[in-house]
């Protein structure tokens, strides 16, 4: 399953009204405490659904408006480049035999 992860060059600090990220060509974006909780957890360690469900649970709210919500958030963040995802590919293990006995 894929996995949120930001990009390396996407930067986060404290700021006084919050949290900022900047990533080089978009500027600055204010994030707030729930924003910044939710880009922290896009590390490649996390999935969608988990995050949406830390979230529902942290704030008491329900899961189809978290969906909703982090869902447009995270495409903001892959339009403008920040966001990607990590690709778990499963690799055949060298030493088992491939059968192609069924490939024409």
Do not use: W
């Amino acid at each position: 399953m894929q996995k949120p992860i930001l990009s390396k060059k996407a930067k986060i600090r404290k700021d006084l009204e919050g949290y900022i990220l900047y990533y080089p060509g978009t500027g600055l974006i204010l994030l707030n405490t729930t924003a910044y909780e939710i880009v922290s957890k896009c590390n490649g360690n996390y999935t969608f659904d988990e995050i949406i469900s830390f979230i529902s649970k942290k704030y008491g709210v329900q899961i189809e408006v978290v969906y909703k919500d982090v869902k447009a958030f995270f495409i903001n963040l892959e339009q403008l480049n920040i966001l990607t995802y990590t690709h778990d590919y499963s690799l055949p293990n060298a030493n088992r035999k491939v059968d192609n006995s069924s490939i024409q």
